[in-house]
């Protein structure tokens, strides 16, 4: 039960949901697999895979997971039998199809083809830290993120959450750290980063796995390029991405930390309860850290 990806959010004044009342608003949208003629279904699942449990809570930590299922339909198998059906109808009517009856085929093919669909599904978990006001979507992107708090909404009736903002923007911050060589507090600079330029063109260079201490890397910074992606390692306990979009991604906690948590267990659901404590545990103080050196919470 480890996040690799948070993309962060800040509970308000209004959120007042405790574990019961959470779970109670999550049964509106519970998850129901793709029907026939679906191409996609979203809906909250157990995260542990307890029957019943919408919500796992532990030390006043909640976790949370939307489970959504997809048809893999590719465009070009619909292409493909829609060809042959309009090969027939032209033979049958002596003329080519027009768009209007090319449509309606297409249309009408993948209708036929959707129940036959084979069926992804796939797992997003929320971690929800009412102590610190947190909510953070284990996700790699926006819009996968947006998806999660879609379906919040439509259970809660409202969603008060807010994006967090703070006072030094993460691209001025990490372009001023990689001009001095190093970062602030107890994070250090790793081997990975993305430079851009302010100009039209957006002219980028990217670095993996390379000593970013260096000339090379302050002369693209001096001559302009501001950094869009940092990795960083906090603590020497985890390591991440940092995006120019407050996002961070490619979590990694180090070895130590599971065996810690292994440890203390006997079986995989003390495994799971333990994962997830040291978890929000270490990202609790991870995330103060960070908001600290970005110069704190803006408005």
């Known amino acids: 039960m480890w996040f690799r990806n948070l993309q962060i959010f800040r509970l308000t004044p209004e959120w007042a949901y405790s574990t019961e009342s959470l779970s109670e608003a999550l049964q509106k949208g519970l998850f129901h697999g793709c029907g026939a003629s679906d191409r ?23 976790l949370i997971a939307l489970g959504v299922e997809q048809k893999l339909l590719p465009s070009s198998v619909v292409r493909q039998y829609a060809q042959a059906k309009l090969i027939e109808i032209e033979a049958a009517q002596g003329y080519k199809p027009g ?24 797992l997003t978990y929320v971690w929800i830290d009412p ?20 379906h919040l909404k439509l259970s809660l009736g409202e969603l008060p959450v807010t994006l967090i903002k703070t ?14 060589g190093e970062a602030p507090g107890s994070f250090s600079i790793d081997r990975d980063c993305e430079l851009r330029a302010a100009a039209e063109e957006r002219a980028a260079v990217r670095y993996v ?39 961070i991604k490619r979590l990694a906690f180090l070895d130590l930390l599971k065996e810690d948590a ?6 995989a659901d003390d495994l799971f ?10 990202l609790a103080q991870l995330l103060a850290q960070l908001l600290d050196v970005l110069g704190g919470e803006g408005e």
């Open 167 to 180: 006072q030094l923007a993460p691209s001025t911050a990490m372009t001023q750290w990689l001009a001095a």
């Open 40 to 62: 996609v279904a979203r809906g909250w699942v157990p995260p542990r895979g307890e029957e019943g449990e919408l919500v796992f809570s532990m030390e006043r930590q909640q």
């Open 262 to 267: 292994e440890r203390q267990t006997e079986n």
């Open 209 to 247: 796995r390379h000593n970013l201490d260096s000339d090379e890397v302050r002369a693209h910074v001096a001559g302009g390029k501001s950094a869009t992606r940092l990795a960083l390692t906090w603590n020497d306990r985890i390591s991440f991405v940092l995006t120019e979009q407050l996002q």
């Open 273 to 282: 309860a333990a994962d997830f404590t040291l978890m929000c545990g270490e």
């Open 99 to 122: 768009r209007k009856q090319v449509r309606e085929v297409v249309e009408l093919m993948e209708a036929e083809l959707l129940p036959r669909a084979f069926a992804k599904r796939g």
């Open 131 to 150: 102590v610190n006001r947190w909510l953070l979507v284990d996700a790699s992107s926006s819009a996968r993120a947006d998806e999660v708090m879609e």
